[in-house]
């Protein structure tokens, strides 16, 4: 039986709400008293105000993390999703509601790659995420209350630092050198600050560039695996983009029910596909999947999809080794410039793969003001300063330069350009 | 300079490993003590093991919220995929980094949409998300504390219960009826309880299907416009779904200072493509730029490129137009065959558009109860005990019908056998 079996339609009218407003008291909502306790720890991202400064297209811009845009696979994109849209089997999958775990057969796929690490990761061992930055943000969902004290690298990855300070971490941090964090330090700073997390990028570190030796791994995931209350966020995004050497063993390896590894197609295929994973012990991740789906339900099938294609289409290891290829000679003439144009006063690091390297000036350059007046000569980098979770004194010293993004050409010019605003400054 | 011109490079034997590890103390993470303090909000959706017990192919499903399977945009996404990815101006913007903003111009169209409501809003007052879901979750990280109080209907939607418990949330409850919330009672409530949020769907709710008059939109956004620390969220993923009479202005029309609307192309194109909106006032808009960029960076472009060529294309407006004339259809068979094959003691709600009417019962019959035997007869729906924010006892004795997924052949013999599992529950 029905309530009523037609329903009245109300026909709004100008008068119905002008005779109405007209009687209204409207006071206006109080913003800074209605914000949640944690909003404290939102500010706006200094980087990004830099990344809009070095938007003209006179500045060649060493400043963002960005691949490639000729090395972005917009053609692979495009057969996959006629593939994936055109297959009747495939086709309501890609634009239905997904499941919250992720897309099976990428989970598979995922896993086997593990299994090149040595890490026998199962279905149940893996998460997709929107993007790295899902995943770095839902591991803090999940372990970071108001105080929890973080250990992380100085510096490390700032978008880490936005996300976690949101949700109210206090940091504590370990230096680094050439061989990535100083592991000798670690039962010290333990001891001292009893971090519950430690969020450690090993491979080609974001701003350093440097990389964990294996001693050093191997050293690490001793001590964190000696403590019950102790998990690590190993953040891995430019693991495949190797220029030299060998692959190191990645700490999930070596410490695999600690340690949560994060990995994205955002540096090996796109940063517009938003697909991340994580993989880590089944019981946190099993609590993790009861978090995505108050965040998002699910991450989209469609592009989970697409990334699967690409993955096994048979054409990635080629598109790595392509990335790899151009990445590299862009690294060496980075490198090879900066050893002509830079004066003997700075030092930066050498990094084996990824897409950074790090400067350091004499304390009487600041990277801030060294910023205006590179951006004068027209070229651009990110100052040191928003890399510090604790606005280290060394921020003011440094700065961070990307190679994956410009052309050669490009860098020889900004890398002459910047060399003649590090000589002025050092002059003054 | 260089720190060193070259780097050793370090070759993992299975020695090294193997020798350390046998001096390891390796102790087992102990989670339950290492979530934050949220983690007791998280608990496994019933729905979702309700959802897994009803995918057996001979059960008709009324469970699931699902747009049909033959109504999914595959062709148009196709399209559009390729326009986007062959495009020189677009294809490198789908797949880089893009602004945490939103993509311009989807945000733009979304601002012409909102003045056919009579909402004068700008880019600055939108925010694309991951989802509607995405937006509830958003809106909650900024706003809800451990113990923040917000008002929700009762029944009310099961995705933002889970979502926002997690984020500490308290709820109190307003009953609804046939025209949707019972605002008289708004005044009372709001002076005991103090919420700082009142969630509500005013078109098509989910799971109740009704939709609030004309009348108590009014008087709502009068309430709510009074008070300073008071906002609402306007959850609309069905509003352009209605199947008859005329649209009713949305409450963010009559309370634009103190509403967050909330929209989303999952029903009016596909859930896989994870699009949502937020359309609110600039303040906490900008404050929420800061949250995403620490959540996600962004949502995918290239989703959001897609979205925006469907809805310019000019072919979303019959889109939606065939989209109603199938789902009023099995709207219609689902209520001539209810007032069919049920019990005259069972009543139920008429919905004016959406997916879903609700079916409340006589005291005596169980919907736990009731879902169980209707399996066995191969036909499924949702109890209501998943949409009380509060456990209320109402939720035993009451149902969710969706009406969008299912063939109106898949109707007719799904609610005889629920007829039958009614009469057998009323006869015993």
Redesign the interface.
Known sequence: ???????P????TEE??MS?SE?????????P???????EG????AI?EILKLTAKPEIISFA?G??A?EL????E??KA??IV??DKKT??V?????A?EGYGPLKEYLCERMREYNVPAEVGNVTIT??A??AI?LSG?????RG?MVLVESPTYL?MI??????GAKFCTIPID?DGMMVDLLPGIIEKYHP?IIYTMPDFHNPAGV?M???RR?KF??IV???????VIEDNPYGKLRY???H??PIVS?AK??TFYLGTV?KIM?????VGWMVA?K??VA?MF??I???????????QMLVHNIFTSGAIDERILKIRNIYRKRRDTM?REM?KH?P?E?????P?GGLFLWVTTPGNINSLELFKSALEENVAFVPGASFYANGEEKGLHTFRMNFSFSSEKQIRTGIKRLGLALRKALAS
């Open positions: 039986m029905l309530f009523e079996n037609t329903f339609t109300h026909r709004p119905d709400l109405e009687e209204k008291i409207i006071v206006p909502v109080n913003w008293k209605m914000y949640a306790k944690r909003a939102l500010s706006a991202s990004r963002g960005l691949p845009n972005l696979p917009c053609k994109v495009r999703a006629n849209l055109s086709k309501c890609a634009m239905q509601y997904g919250t929107n993007g930055q899902g943000f969902l999940m372990f970071i209350d929890t978008g936005q996300a976690w300070t949101h949700l050439k519950k990389t030796s294996l001693e191997i995931a001793e695996s000696a403590h019950d209350d102790i998990i030299e050497g060998e190191l063993p070596l029910e600690h955002s796109a940063p517009g596909l938003r012990p019981e946190p609590k009861q978090a789906q108050g965040e998002c339900l699910f991450t989209s099938v469609f592009l490198l050893e830079f003997k700075i030092v930066w690091t050498y084996e």
